[in-house]
């Protein structure tokens, strides 16, 4: 190999060394992920939190006020932590933008989801439970997993994942 085949090899080596600690760090975030967080702004936090227990067996931690007006709950399920706020100056998206019918038609979060060990037997239990299907079980090839949705008390989409 010539100085300079040497040089240009030693060269795409660092390039590539520099690029694997570029990415390093934000792999080595999700390494260490083992749960979630949502909050949700609800009409009824009470109500809301109440269908969380007992369709999804979410059990509170807390609830109480929050300044003035508002109210809040705190629900835990292992790792999962589910948080919402009763704001009685908020409303509906489609009221706050005149038009927007689905919450993906603006930018942010508009689904959350979780991943379950037991697909057939979550959505079972979901459907016997009353919980309002949103769509069913379907295979994400890109993924390699199934999933379905459904929507809770509020209308909030919900997408279950599993095997």
Same mark, same amino acid.
């Given at each position: =190999?010539? #100085?300079?085949?040497?040089?240009? /090899? $030693?060269?795409?080596?660092?390039?590539? @060394?520099?690029?694997?600690?570029?990415?390093?760090?934000?792999?080595?975030?999700?390494?260490?992920?083992?749960?979630?967080?949502?909050?949700?702004?609800?009409?009824?936090?009470?109500?809301?939190?109440?269908?969380?227990?007992?369709?999804?067996?979410?059990?509170?931690?807390?609830?109480?006020? =929050?300044? #003035?007006?508002?109210?809040?709950? /705190? $629900?835990?399920?292992?790792?999962?932590? @589910?948080?919402?706020?009763?704001?009685?100056?908020?409303?509906?998206?489609?009221?706050?933008?005149?038009?927007?019918?689905?919450?993906?038609?603006?930018?942010?979060?508009?689904?959350?989801?979780?991943?379950?060990?037991?697909?057939?037997?979550?959505?079972?239990?979901?459907?016997?439970?009353?919980?309002?299907?949103?769509?069913?079980?379907?295979? $994400?090839?890109?993924?390699?997993?199934?999933?379905?949705?459904?929507?809770?008390?509020?209308?909030?989409?919900?997408?279950?994942?599993?095997?």
């Amino acid at each position: =190999m010539t #100085k300079w085949g040497c040089v240009l /090899l $030693l060269a795409c080596f660092s390039a590539s @060394l520099l690029n694997a600690k570029d990415t390093a760090p934000q792999a080595a975030v999700m390494n260490h992920a083992s749960g979630s967080f949502i909050a949700l702004s609800t009409p009824n936090e009470s109500r809301t939190a109440q269908w969380y227990q007992d369709k999804f067996g979410f059990q509170m931690v807390k609830e109480g006020q =929050m300044g #003035k007006d508002q109210r809040f709950a /705190l $629900l835990r399920f292992d790792n999962n932590i @589910l948080e919402l706020i009763e704001n009685p100056g908020a409303r509906p998206l489609a009221k706050a933008v005149p038009g927007i019918k689905d919450p993906f038609e603006v930018h942010g979060i508009f689904k959350t989801g979780f991943t379950v060990d037991k697909l057939d037997e979550v959505f079972e239990a979901l459907e016997r439970n009353g919980v309002k299907i949103d769509f069913h079980i379907t295979q $994400l090839n890109d993924l390699g997993v199934r999933a379905f949705g459904v929507r809770d008390i509020d209308g909030n989409l919900i997408q279950i994942f599993g095997k």
